[in-house]
């Protein structure tokens, strides 16, 4: 069967911080399942090109005081997405492009980055576990992120050297 296209767009996704460890002194086989997932998110819209959002999502994995054997991992990305017919669709569906789709894509990206990576670790391929966004959803609370956006400032001005003759 033929796909029907979305109207949303991810433009661009890509990983802006990455930390990645390995527990070397274990010698057994972790149990991945095991491990607590931490995950964070904001969604910044653009005022000016209407239809246009960024969503970025981090994610610790196994990084609290008391980890587990194996691998732990902290990633910070960002995806630049667009709604096509942004005018046209009712604002429930907007909410669903924005929280219900572009979230999933972030995770699925994240996942297939953390696969890769870790596919020749010493511990073999891990795998992020599928998380229940209704559940997240419905528990998360914007006013507690901890992702901080810091307004941008203004260029500073060299002072250009004068050339030696």
Known sequence: MEIKKSDLIL???NVLNFSFKTDNSFKGI?????????MDF????DKVKIG???NILAMNINTQKLKL???SFSILTIGKFYINNFKSHPDKEKNNFIFRSSLPMMIANCRAFLSNVSAFGKFGKYSLPSIDITHFLNNYKPEDS???I???S?????KKNKSRK
């Open 11 to 13: 433009q661009d996704f």
């Open 30 to 38: 972790p149990e991945f399942q095991n491990y607590i997932v931490d």
């Open 42 to 45: 904001k969604i910044l819209t």
């Open 52 to 54: 246009e959002f960024i």
């Open 69 to 71: 054997p194996g691998y």
């Open 146 to 148: 901890k992702i901080k």
């Open 150 to 152: 810091v307004e941008k």
């Open 154 to 158: 203004k260029p500073v001005k060299l």
